[in-house]
């Protein structure tokens, strides 16, 4: 895949270098000095690189703005986020435009009406993370999809869970939820009817709310099927 990033910094230059590791092509806009001088001491290759102004149209299409298939606003600045996701969305149709919320109070603003389709809004994660850990004592909240009413959680399976041991097949799961994959150490792999849950593994899943309180009860202490 394509992927234009727009802001070099932290966030930006994390990005980058996953989805670079994964095999995408990248391009990261970047005008500040110091985050470009970050960019390259963490590896970033210059041809990776524009240096420049984000809401810039030459500098867009420079970056291949015409052909990617994502453009990921992630500046220290809402009003820079919104008029970037609206120019890639508008004036050039990119298929998906993510944008950065620094301000929560700005929230509201990204939305489809303004070009952004998916919004992260770190504030708002990182309050929902810290509920779930006080509401769930097996699930870690890794990503809300779909305008929060869907995630991508981590289960830790207890020890004291009576579905330990027990196949994927064997345990009934709530219908509004899917098990991704199933790890213990460096080790990973896609479960399936026969696949045996461990105490100890971690699990992901992606679920509901509902179907978030299910699973903790399924692979928590003390909790029945």
Not at 61 to 85: I, M, R
């Amino acid at each position: 895949m394509k992927i234009i990033i727009i802001g070099g910094g932290q966030v930006g230059c994390y990005i980058a270098n996953l989805l670079i590791e994964n095999g995408n092509s990248v391009i990261v806009i970047e005008n500040k000095e110091k985050a470009l001088q970050t960019l390259q001491q963490n590896g970033i290759k210059k041809e990776n690189i524009l240096v420049g102004d984000g809401t810039d149209a030459l500098l867009l299409e420079k970056a291949g703005v015409k052909v990617c298939n994502a453009l990921v606003c992630v500046t220290g600045s809402d009003e820079t986020n919104l008029a970037a996701a609206m120019m890639a969305k508008f004036e050039y149709d990119v298929p998906k435009v993510v944008g950065r919320v620094n301000n929560p109070k700005n929230a509201w603003l990204f939305n489809a009406g303004m070009g952004v389709d998916v919004k992260i809004n770190q504030a708002d994660l990182i309050g929902h993370m810290i509920a779930d850990e006080m509401n769930y004592q097996s699930i870690l909240t890794l990503m809300r999809l779909s305008k929060g009413e869907y995630s991508i959680v981590r289960i830790h399976v207890d020890y004291h869970s009576p579905n330990a041991g027990k196949s994927v097949a064997e345990i009934k799961l709530p219908a509004q939820s899917l098990l991704i994959a199933v790890y213990e150490d460096d080790t990973m792999i896609i479960p399936h009817g026969e696949t045996i849950i461990r105490a100890g593994q971690y699990i992901l899943a992606f679920a509901d709310e509902e179907s978030m309180q299910e699973l903790n009860r399924i692979f928590g202490a003390g909790t029945t099927t």
